[in-house]
């Protein structure tokens, strides 16, 4: 199972926010690929790499057109943390 963290839906909106000033079908295609992205993480958590700058095995993330999909692997599911520019610097407070 995959959840998503109140966060991650933020940032989710803030993308599709952002991308339907210039184009809603656009922003939805965008937003929707992002999620489906994150479907196979269930069968298939470690897929993605190591988060380079928090050196935590459990936590890793997925790339996606110009953004990082960050998510915690869990026991009994895999969380979505975040969703961030790949141009912006991580900083904790992305994760909370």
Same mark, same amino acid.
């Given at each position: 199972m995959v959840t998503w963290s109140d966060h991650a839906k933020a940032d989710l909106r803030s993308i &599709?926010?952002?991308i339907a000033t210039d184009s809603r &079908?656009? +922003?939805k295609q965008v937003t929707? +690929?992002?999620v489906d992205k994150t479907l196979g993480l269930?069968? @298939?958590? @470690?897929i993605g790499k190591v988060v380079p700058e928090l050196d935590d095995e459990n936590i890793r993330e997925l790339h996606? #057109?110009?953004?990082r999909i @960050? #998510?915690?692997v869990r +026991? %009994? &599911?895999t969380h979505v943390l975040a969703v961030v520019h790949k141009r912006q610097d991580l900083q904790p407070d %992305?994760?909370?």
């Open positions: &599709h926010d952002f &079908h656009y +922003a929707q +690929a992002i269930s069968e @298939l958590p @470690l996606l #057109y110009s953004y @960050l #998510y915690e +026991a %009994d &599911h %992305d994760l909370s």
